[in-house]
């Protein structure tokens, strides 16, 4: 009975004994995607090469780098996030104007602007320089690129890797192979724990340089060497490299089996779509049209990675070449019923097409040819 009176007694110590937490403000949280399992929200306290660290609730989590696929500060400027939403679509035009928007803003003296903290000019120079790089302003990212590789202010970046890897890249378009010898010696002052995977990196920069020289049989034996990378995003590159080289030699047999390894293997979306296609282009190339509609059918409908996974342009081109298909199958076709059948399959392709992908290529195309193949029943209806 002591004991009970006595721990009661303490109860109402209890708050004086444990400082209470303060939570963050709703307008004022931070937010960690990984690239399995829920968003973290928080205070991001550390954002490095190494880890990124963020306070939820009472706690510090700490992540490597490589499993987080996006982080989001609540002190963003308005414009900002428009630039990183149109940089999830590829809208690079779009997005560069934003982010110089976002640094006037940043930049303001006027009232009431909130300013971003230390992360905004890392993240600048970064997403700045991957616009430039799509835009082909080469030079103009590389300057951007080495602010993140050299600059004191910008030390332990989360964009390292990438930073070497983009400019290895640049210089690669540029044709420039003495400054990607230069850039890849200064991977040897990198930090350590970065050598390993930068030397990966370069070496996927070679072989796209092998593969854009046509020296596929070379560019495929180099692109071997990185699909077994421990980073899923190097190893799906290093794969998409070898079935882009084997399509390169000509060597149907190869591919083959290549591509029905990588489809009996594999688990990313954006690897199943590459090999699916690389099967359908080759049945097409030999107009074997009713093979190529079944390939493109699985990897455009089965094996859709979905927006933000890198693969959008294969997923587009194979939707059109699908609707080329059910239009080499209609005009090869006798039977009206069967011709009917295909015409509103084409018709639903190219108008699918033209929905998903409204600031595509083949859009006007596409919902051109969405009416010219519908159903003489759904045109009536209108």
């Known amino acids: 009975m002591i004991a009970i009176l006595l721990s009661m007694a303490l109860l109402p110590m209890a708050p004086l004994l444990t400082a209470p937490q303060k939570a963050p403000e709703p307008s004022k949280v931070d937010r960690v995607t990984l690239r399995a399992g829920a968003p973290i929200e928080g205070e991001i306290q550390k954002e490095t090469y190494k880890e990124v660290a963020i306070k939820a609730g009472a706690s510090v989590q700490n992540h490597p780098s490589p499993n987080v696929l996006k982080v989001e500060y609540w002190d963003a400027p308005p414009a900002f996030k428009g630039a990183m939403a149109a940089i999830e679509a590829d809208k690079w035009s779009e997005a560069l ?9 940043a930049n303001s003296k006027e009232k009431g602007v909130v300013k971003p903290r230390a992360w905004f000019p890392i993240h600048l120079a970064f997403y700045r320089g991957q616009c430039q790089l799509a835009l082909g302003q080469t030079d103009k990212a590389i300057q951007n690129f080495e602010k993140l590789r050299k600059d004191a202010a ?125 099967q359908a282009d080759a049945a097409f190339e030999k107009k074997d049209f009713p093979a190529a509609r079944d390939l493109y059918i699985q990897s455009v409908v089965r094996f859709n990675p979905g927006r933000g996974a890198g693969v959008e342009r294969d997923h587009e081109r194979a939707l059109y070449r699908l609707g080329q298909c059910y239009e080499a199958l209609l005009e090869a076709a006798k039977d009206a019923k069967v011709k009917d059948a295909i015409s509103a399959m084409a018709s639903s392709t190219f108008r699918e097409l033209s929905i998903e992908y409204p600031s595509g290529r083949f859009r006007e195309e596409a919902a051109a040819k969405a009416v010219k193949y519908e159903p003489k029943e759904e045109k009536d209806k209108k």
């Open 154 to 278: 910008f030390k332990d970046n989360r964009f390292l890797a990438q930073a070497y890897e983009l400019t290895l890249e640049a210089y690669r378009e540029k044709g420039d192979t003495a400054k990607m010898e230069e850039t890849e010696k200064e991977i040897d002052q990198a930090p350590g724990e970065l050598k390993q995977t930068l030397q990966t990196l370069a070496k996927r920069q070679r072989a796209e340089l092998l593969y854009d020289k046509n020296k596929y049989d070379e560019a495929r034996k180099l692109f071997e060497t990185i699909t077994t990378s421990p980073d899923p995003a190097v190893a799906a590159a290093g794969t998409s490299g070898v079935i882009r080289s084997l399509s390169g030699m000509k060597d149907a047999a190869g591919l083959d089996a290549f591509c029905k390894k990588v489809l009996s293997t594999a688990t990313q979306p954006s690897l199943l779509l590459i090999a699916a296609n690389a």
């Open 97 to 105: 104007p934003a982010l110089a928007s976002a640094e006037d803003y």
